[in-house]
């Protein structure tokens, strides 16, 4: 079965077209072979897009879990990050966006940055992205990696310690390797900066 689905904030009721697969007396797993859902924000603005071959929505926790989901994030009208993953969660009336396995976040920039992680976690109450494990940042000019990090609304990445960052030559070829504490990557200036936890060392590399 091929389904469609356009989400405003939560709208259980949507579920009821398809045959359900009973769990129990009350629990219901409706299982989606074609997921592709636009989720609004209460003024209409999109937050988010997501796409899966292969979903189900739990009617008891409120869950959709999608295989293989491809994201996309929204600000106002334009796609700003795009991400995938192996599978996803989305709970909490649709509030709380979790991603596992092999996440790979970009942007839409010509010269595209490439975010790499284990796992994905963005609580929609607030507007930063939490990255976790195995971090690796990428573009032409630079390569951070770290086991945590942020990436903010003002488009800055913070990159906890240990981070270790290489920087590319001209021809895209590995020129230096160095190890630091805390790193910080602006999206928008292209610009990386180091700082150590007592504050006496800091350096700002543009590119």
Known sequence: MSNIYKLIIF???????????????????????????????????????????????????????????????????????????????????????????????????????????????????????????NIRFENQNIILNSEKAILGSDNIIEFFNPVKYIIKNENNENKYEINSENAYYNLDTESVSFEAQDKRVKSILYF
Do not use: H, R
């Open 11 to 133: 709208l259980p009721l949507f579920m009821l077209g398809c045959a359900p697969n009973l769990i129990d007396e009350n629990k219901v797993i409706q299982k989606i072979d074609s997921l592709d859902m636009t989720v609004f924000s209460k003024k209409g603005e999109k937050i988010y897009s997501i796409t899966s071959p292969n979903s189900s929505y739990d009617n008891i926790e409120l869950k959709f879990e999608s295989k293989k989901p491809l994201i996309n994030l929204f600000n106002g009208e334009e796609t700003k990050y795009i991400i995938s993953s192996q599978e996803s969660t989305l709970s909490d009336n649709n509030k709380l966006l979790k991603l596992k396995g092999n996440v790979k976040l970009k942007t839409l920039k010509k010269d595209e940055d490439i975010l790499y992680a284990d796992n994905f976690i963005w609580n929609m109450e607030n507007t930063n992205y939490l990255l976790e494990g």
